[in-house]
């Protein structure tokens, strides 16, 4: 009982940090996505009082005028009394950038915009913008730190888990240290052990990784979010093959070289 009990301890340690890493890297995945779709639907919104063909700024991806052709005619509809044509209508630009910018950069691209003389007004939403520009890095970073402190809480939990083995296979650890047997072959017990278990603790995570992405929730966040997310199972077993067994090998290797 006790033995299976220390191998359920490390299957669920490196299934954690599998899993952390893999919310982790869907997650950035989505927040850039949802940013990119932000990107889209945001513009800035500039009054000229002559045409403007290019502004050559590298934050600016495009430029476009605003057809304000039928506001004019409701203008002339209501306000029949005055002669349109003697007026001189400004021109409307809407401006896309090539990034959801920070609050500063906004204020910089702002004030690019302001020292140009013919540009009479901005209309940036910075208020809504800031927002939720703050809202996306809040959730990087928590989600960031949450891979981290899991990352180093499980990696130290396996590592005490690989001194108990050790404990347990010290007296043919110590014999065959004596009859100057090579390294990897001293610690061969722990290795296999280790291997073994990262492999059902892959087996673990990729299980529980397709029960979350063809949940009903994950499915209606993806489409609340209006973004397309194609996960690719072949690259993500690939990549959480290696990580298990780089994570399996490297604290075998420092639990075999302490003099405990």
Excluded at 62 to 70: F, H, L, P, V
Excluded at 87 to 101: E, G, M, Q
Excluded at 142 to 149: H, N, V
Excluded at 166 to 194: D, N, Q, T, V
Aim: hydrophobic residues 50%.
């Amino acid at each position: 009982m006790s033995y299976l009990k220390s191998h359920v301890t490390l299957i669920l340690a490196l299934s954690s940090i599998l899993l952390t890493i893999f919310l982790f890297t869907i997650f950035n995945k989505i927040l850039k996505l949802y940013e990119k779709n932000i990107v889209n639907n945001y513009s800035l919104v500039i009054v000229s009082t002559s045409k403007i063909e290019n502004l050559n700024y590298e934050e600016i991806d495009s430029i476009k005028q605003i057809d304000i052709s039928k506001q004019i005619e409701k203008m002339k509809q209501e306000y029949k009394n005055i002669d349109f044509s003697k007026i001189d209508l400004p021109y409307f630009y809407k401006l896309k950038l090539k990034k959801f910018p920070s609050p500063s950069e906004l204020q910089i691209i702002t004030q690019k915009l302001k020292n140009k003389p013919f540009i009479k007004r901005i209309l940036t939403h910075s208020s809504s913008q800031e927002k939720i520009y703050n809202l996306l890095m809040l959730l990087k970073t928590i989600t960031k730190t949450s891979m981290i402190i899991t990352s180093i809480l499980g990696f130290l939990l396996i590592i005490k888990q690989l001194e108990v083995w050790k404990l347990l296979h010290s007296e043919r650890m110590y014999i065959m240290e004596l009859f100057g047997a090579p390294f990897w072959l001293k610690g061969a017990a722990l290795f296999k052990i280790a291997i073994i278990d990262s492999i059902f603790a892959i087996l673990i995570t990729l299980t529980i990784i397709y029960f979350i992405t063809h949940s009903i929730i994950f499915s209606h966040l993806i489409q609340s979010l209006n973004i397309s997310l194609e996960i690719n199972y072949l690259q993500i077993f690939s990549y959480l093959f290696i990580i298990s067994f780089s994570i399996s090998l490297i604290s075998s290797i420092i639990v075999v070289m302490s003099k405990k």
